[in-house]
């Protein structure tokens, strides 16, 4: 079992739409928790850290529930320019290296 | 403004050969992280530098990988013998401090492809 499980989509949705992403983790010694966003051919580039009293940022949402080592992306209002791949991380060990979850393709379509 | 680059780009090797691919940190980062994405797949950490002693590589594949960043700068990731399965983009990151801060800035990868 990986040890973080994302939905890889792809998810297709039109302008303006809300789309979430859901994520679940194994390590329950993780340290902090991230969504990163992944444009095609490019490097991963931190979008949001995630909180336990889940925190906000524009559009953006993320929600962390340690008990059910469950995190969460809200985007609300979708724009074109949101298509990518988002990447739930989390760090842990004495390096905090980063352990990624496969990715979730989204489309906004116009 | 100077981010996190890597060298070259894009690199294809028959198989058997062997590969250097090199990145260079932002300035005054203290840890360096390289890590291997394959096609469809996030990327999957290979080991960790925290100046130029090298705490962690429990993610290298193989003894064919071999990493090192002799003056805490640089860091050069080598593959000897290169194999089909080595064909990903090789990440490299790195980051201010040794613990707290846990942003990782990422350069672009370098494409290796093994025919």
């Known amino acids: 079992r990986k040890e973080v499980e994302q939905d890889p989509g792809p998810f297709n949705v039109p302008e303006g739409a809300t789309v979430a992403f859901n994520c679940t983790y194994s390590?329950?010694?993780?340290?902090?928790f991230f969504w990163y966003r992944q444009d095609c051919r490019k490097e991963p580039k931190l979008l949001m850290s995630?909180?336990?009293s889940g925190n906000e940022d524009g559009r953006f949402t993320a929600q962390l529930n340690r008990a059910s080592q469950y995190i969460s992306l809200l985007i609300r209002d979708s724009k074109l320019s949101d298509s990518a791949t988002y990447l739930c991380?989390?760090?842990?060990?004495?390096?905090?290296?980063?352990?990624f979850g496969s990715g979730t393709q989204l489309t906004v379509l116009p | 403004g100077a981010g996190v680059s890597q060298s070259p780009r894009y690199k294809v090797a028959k198989r058997g050969q062997d590969v250097a691919l090199r990145c260079d940190p932002i300035s005054g980062h203290v840890s360096l992280f390289w890590y291997q994405q394959a096609l469809g797949q996030g990327p999957e950490f290979l080991t960790y530098?925290?100046?130029?002693?090298?705490?962690?590589k429990s993610g290298l594949p193989s003894d064919r990988f071999f990493a090192e960043r002799p003056e805490g700068s640089v860091s050069t990731l080598k593959i000897q013998r290169t194999q089909q399965e080595d064909s990903a983009v090789y990440l490299c990151?790195?980051?201010?401090?040794?613990?707290?801060?846990?942003?990782?800035?990422f350069g672009p990868g370098t494409r290796l492809t093994v025919t």
């Open positions: 991380v989390l760090s842990s060990g004495s390096a905090r290296q980063l352990t």
């Open positions: 390590n329950s010694a993780s340290q902090s």
């Open positions: 530098f925290q100046n130029e002693a090298q705490l962690d």
């Open positions: 995630v909180y336990s």
């Open positions: 990151a790195s980051r201010l401090t040794a613990g707290a801060a846990p942003e990782q800035y």
